[in-house]
């Protein structure tokens, strides 16, 4: 992958980067309001940082195949234009959300929508591939 799509390579890089910060954040909140593994209830602000994580881990399992495929169908460039809106919505959804769950719309939005024209261009890509060989 690294050869032939290294802005994507980039861009999953950087994602995996979001991941990660959001996931020690909820290592801090544990210890800040003092919830012990395997225990996933506490204070509101405990239950913000948590759920970042966890809808970052759900939507990561969304967008990183959607983003191979979409690459292997239109390329490097096109692919990391959209792809790089997935890790800068999630780091607008989780600072926001970290303030006030009403606050993560325009977050989530922005890398729903990023991994939803992924995929949608992936099976576009797919669907063309195989009219071409027909």
Do not use: C
Request: charged letters at 10%.
């Amino acid at each position: 992958m690294l050869a032939a799509y290294p802005l994507t390579a980039i861009v999953v890089v950087l994602s995996l980067f979001v991941y990660i910060w959001v996931m020690m954040k909820v290592g801090a909140a544990r210890a800040k309001y003092n919830v012990h593994a395997p225990a996933v209830d506490g204070p509101v602000e405990f239950q913000r940082v948590f759920r970042v994580h966890m809808n970052t881990l759900e939507q990561l399992v969304v967008f990183l195949p959607a983003l191979a495929i979409f690459a292997a169908a239109w390329g490097d460039l096109p692919t990391a234009i959209i792809a790089i809106f997935w890790p800068l919505g999630r780091v607008l959804y989780a600072v926001r959300y970290y303030l006030s769950a009403d606050k993560r719309g325009p977050g989530f939005g922005i890398s729903f929508l990023s991994s939803l024209i992924l995929l949608i261009g992936g099976l576009l890509g797919a669907v063309m591939r195989l009219t071409e060989a027909m």
